[in-house]
C-alpha cells in the first residue's frame, strides 16, 4: 500500500491525539517508512496544527488556496519566518529552557567575546526550490508580471557556517530525509575535512538541533572519534540555529524571481551565493 498526504497526516494526528511531542512522532514515523515519511519541518507544522487545514479554510470560506496564503502569510503577516516552523505551544518549560541556554551560551563565551565563538561550526538543513516566488517587495516594482507558484521541483541541502563564513554546503542526493547514516559517512565527513584543511588541529564544536539524525548514538559515537565537541540545543527550538534564522532567509532572498533548470543547479546556486556572502556571515 503506498501511503499519501492524507495517511501521513492521519497518523500524525493519531499521535498528536496520543500526546506523543513532536520529535517523538517524526522518529516513529522514520522508523516505520523511513524516507517516505514527510520532512521534519512538515510533520512539525502539520503536528502544531490538528484543527484547521488549508481545506477546511477554502471549504468555509470558499476562497481559493492561493488567497488564503495570501491573507495569512502577507497581509495579516502569519508567515514562516525562517526554514523551520517554530512550534505553536510551548510549554512554561520549554520557554525557560530557551531562555536558560540562550544566558548559559551568552556566559559561556562572554557575549561573543570569547575567541571561542571561531570554533563553533553551526549546521542545518533546508529545501532549495528550483523557481522561488519573489516576495512582496521584490515583485511590487513589476505590477504587470504574471503571478507564478513556487516550483514543486526541490532538494534538500544541507549547510554549515562558521564565524568566518561558509565552511560545506552538501545535497542530499539519493533521498529526501537526513539520517544518522547520512550525516555520518556523508554529510559530516566533508564538513570536518573541510575545517581541518584550514588547520588540522583545530578545535570544533558543533552546533545542531536535536532531530534523531543528530541525537543518535551512530552520530554522537562519530563525532567523539573525531574528537568534536557538541554545542547543545535547547529541545523545540528549531528557530534558534543561525542557518535558520540567518543564513537561509538571506540566501533565499537573494536568489527569489531566478528559474533554475534542475534542483541540482538550484543547490549550486546557494553553495555559491552562501560563499560569496561569507565574509558577512
Known sequence: MELNREHFRAIIYYNFQRQLSQQECLAEL???????????????????????????IEASLKISKTSIQKSLHEELGVRKLVSRWIPHLLTEEQKAARVNWCQKTLDRFTSGNSKNVYSIVSGDESWIYCYELENKRQSAVWPSKVIRSRSVSKKMVATFVLKAGHIATISLNEQRTVTADWYTTICLPKVITELRKIDPERRIILHQDNASSRTAQKTRQYLTEENVELLDHPPYSPDLSPNDFFTFPNIKNRLRGQRYQSPEEAADAIKNATQEKSTVL
Not at 30 to 56: D, I
Open 30 to 56: 522514520l522508523s516505520v517508512v523511513g524516507n517516505e515519511a514527510p520532512h521534519q519541518s512538515t510533520t512539525f507544522r502539520w503536528y502544531g496544527e490538528p484543527r484547521k487545514t488549508y481545506r477546511e
